[in-house]
């Protein structure tokens, strides 16, 4: 990413006089752009805000992770790391289940790799696990970021994730909500701990990729 | 001017005040952002004598459940003096005073926060004043507005806040605890760097002239206020940045 086009700004912040390059954490005023929010401003065709700090708020499609909190007739309750609970119905299940058994497949406590499949107007979040990559966690363990820090975690197409898949040795899967499922070898499953929080605490810094493989060379040459 | 000859304080002395600044002159004011771990944004406040802690949570699930409202969501502000704010010892907990600035302060910030975005949640604002010197709302309100700000919520711009008095019958920026006790009129507003009003109070007396007077008094320390709230916003990051870098450096060195 370069220097040049992203630069911190506040809310109130004017970002361009061309209404149409609004992008997301912006909005319009008499025809011009302003930031509504305290963030890095990114200057494309659009101009996007993205937020250093934040509740992550669900939208249909995001994979995420979930604990279930409650269960009720029909439906478990999933804390979603949100002001919002999610509501896992037992339609959504891959199998058939009774209502009087869902304690069996999903008890309290229980991750699940899940994703939202529809949030209405009042932010009810529906659920689904009707999908071969989503599931109960029975192994590893999950750690917790910010969700801001999501997308920088992930890369430019995938390269910081697919690069500490890699060197790590460890199977990584990122929640759009900010929970993190590493699976591993315990010793990996350390360090990836380390390097992930070090991304977050790292995240709107330039030339972050270069610095975590330096980083990881390091810790496993004293590891050696 | 029965009040100030009954205190006999005279509140200039060669053209200054009594600590030392001109009539148009703001109190030192000290700004630090994200200062509490376990809040999700924070702003620690010193202007003049004020010290002033703010920490917002949220937004979040709205407890008790009959508050909450279906298409937005709710702001709560709560404004508290700590016992030991003020010199004689204040009985601790909410009163009829602090009550009223709650919801004053509430309503000075609400307008340019986008409630409609976090429907059925609700954004808390706590503002402890740990050591009060007159003008605590303004520096509560100037808090809370940069820790909404680290908290993340979106905002349509950020709110400043700054009060003008009237002390031997001139206007005065920021008034301190003397002349505000001694004065003849305190009017504290707080307003977006547009210059839309979302606060204004005043007691005392001011004539027509003196109240536009002391409206454009305030509002120039609101601008002075805001250029501060938005520097140390954007240093905090800023600052950040440049660590690892030089950490990095120094690495090859």
Known sequence: ?224 | MIAMDESNISFFKEGLRLDGRRADEPRPLKIEVGVLARADGSCYVEMGGNKVMAAVYGPREVHPRHLQEVTRAIVRYRYNMASFSVEERKRPGPDRRSNELSKVSREALEPVILTSYFPRSVIDVFVEVLQADAGTRTAGINAASVALADAGIPMRSMISSCAAGKVADTIVLDPMKEEDNFGQADMPIAMTPAGEITLLQMDGHLTIDEFHQAVELAMKGCRDIYEIQRKSLIEKYNHLEAEPVLAQEAEVL
């Open chain 1, 1 to 224: 990413m370069d220097r040049m086009d992203r630069k911190v700004v506040i809310p109130g912040d004017l970002l361009s006089e061309e209404a149409k390059r609004s992008g997301e954490g912006t909005f319009v005023k008499d025809g011009k752009v302003y930031s509504l929010l305290y963030g890095l401003a990114n200057y494309r065709d659009r101009i996007n805000v993205i937020p250093l700090a934040g509740k992550y708020v669900p939208a249909p499609g995001d994979n995420i992770i979930g604990v279930v909190k409650d269960i009720t007739f029909s439906n478990w309750i999933i804390d979603i790391n949100s002001p919002y609970d999610g509501l896992l119905h037992i339609s959504e299940f891959p199998t058939r289940i009774n209502a009087d058994e869902m304690s069996k497949y999903l008890n309290l406590g229980s991750s699940i790799m899940t994703r939202v499949k529809d949030v209405d107007s009042t932010m009810k979040v529906e659920l689904t696990l009707n999908d071969r990559k989503l599931g109960l966690l029975k192994t590893g363990r999950i750690v917790e970021i910010s969700h801001t820090r999501v997308p920088r975690l992930i890369g430019k197409g995938g390269s910081m994730i697919s690069m500490l898949k890699k060197e790590l040795n460890c199977n990584i899967f990122v929640g759009q909500n900010g929970r993190i499922w590493i699976n591993g070898g315990a010793e990996d499953m350390d360090l990836a701990l380390k390097t992930i929080l070090l991304i977050e605490k790292e995240a709107h810094t330039n030339g972050l990729t270069d610095r975590i493989v330096d980083f990881l060379k390091k810790e496993k040459g004293a590891r050696n």
